[in-house]
């Protein structure tokens, strides 16, 4: 930080620097916004809770921002927004961008090279806070596959600035002012709609708004990863309504399930069941429950995978999530709660489906059941994994071009 006898003098030789040849046209600050922005929605409510890091800066807790800071809805025109919730898309946005997934599936299988033109001459940065292997890699893919560009912190992101303590809302404008979109996992709730709401702010700097799309917000919301389940679970089933959901695992902590049961009530279903299976102590919140409620899905709540195994068409299995709990005690109590063998799927529906976003633990038995479990034609993780490729590529079209693919 620089002391104001400092900051004097460094305004100072600036101003007195002598006029060179090079003629900048200056910004014009009642200029207005380019024809093409969509228009923004950064009123926040409240001011920010401060407080200072090891280093002296200071640090904004991210969690305020999921209230004050309003998401535009998607409302059938992608172009440009924020991707921080599955709360943002409609029933008709879901089947636009779906649509979109399952044509860039065939145009790719068809080795259709116009699908490189779709994203030329843009770029994808990621910022990822947290461990990841397919959401990052699938967001890579999917960027380079549309003929855009990836970058990243050469040496990763914790040997960046964030390394000397520069905060988030400054990392998250660097990238944007390199980047037309950034895909952004952080561990904490509301990440990246902080994010969004300083490329907002920076938008108003450089005349361009980069968009970012959470890669998962700590406990809260992975809204991509609930698009790809989704449509693994219509490609697989053709429709939600009529089926029974089962969700089985760490409920309090898993964000796939936080938003895939969200995504749920906003999709809408008729007669459709949704079954959260989880130890006492690893229970859906509460308002993501109510949520489906009022959407008029039934829920049911229990302990006890036998109540409903035999009854479900979709078990989407989940990992105790080791990394969010402050005690390890805690944590050993009851990670072997929930164990999909081959001999549970053997009471499981005969056209049930198998799911689970992975990465995958003791949660799935050891090596030889994964071996079994992958063999059954029921177990559609793998499908999921390249779903999220194309999903990721149909939300990179659409936000980035607005494009029909
Ligand atoms: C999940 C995540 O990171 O939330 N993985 C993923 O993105 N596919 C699930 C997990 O880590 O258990």
Known sequence: MLASSQRQLFTGVVADEPANDLH????????????????????????????????????????????????????????????????????EDLKILFEAAATLKKRIRSGDRGVVEIATGQVLALLFFEASTRTDMSFQAAMLRLGGKVIGASNGIQFSSVYKGEDLPDT?????????????????????????????????????????????????????????????????????????????????HGRTVHSLAKLLATHGALQTK????????????DSIVRRLQEADITVSETSDLEEVLGRSDVIYWTRVQEERFADQGDYEEVKAG?????????????????????????????????????????????????????VRMALLAKLLRGVHV
């Open 274 to 285: 949704v079954n959260f299976v989880s130890p006492p102590s690893l229970t859906m919140p």
């Open 24 to 91: 900048l046209q200056p910004a014009d600050p009642a200029a207005p916004e380019p024809a093409d922005l969509p228009p923004t929605e950064t009123a926040r409510d409240e001011p920010d809770e401060a407080s200072y890091n090891e280093n002296g800066y200071v640090e904004i807790d991210p969690a305020g921002f999921v209230e004050s800071y309003h998401p535009p809805a998607i409302d059938q025109d992608f172009r440009g927004k924020h991707i921080v919730t599955v709360e943002q898309f409609g029933r």
């Open 172 to 252: 998250v404008r660097a990238a944007g002012c390199y980047a037309d979109v950034i895909s952004l996992r952080h561990p904490q709730v509301g990440a990246s709609y902080m994010a969004a709401h300083y490329l907002d702010l920076l938008a108003e700097k450089i005349g361009r708004r980069p968009v970012v799309i959470s890669a998962g917000d700590g406990v809260g919301e992975h809204p991509t990863q609930a698009l790809l389940d989704l449509f693994t679970i219509l490609e697989s089933k053709g429709t939600v309504d009529g089926l029974a959901i089962t969700m089985v695992g760490d409920l309090k």
């Open 338 to 390: 929930f164990i999909m063998t081959p001999a549970v799927m053997g009471r499981a529906r005969r056209d049930a489906i198998l799911m689970h976003p992975l990465p995958r633990k003791h949660e799935m038995g050891g090596p030889a059941d994964h071996e079994l479990l992958d063999a059954d034609p029921r177990s559609v993780y793998f499908q999921q994994m390249e779903n999220g490729m194309l």
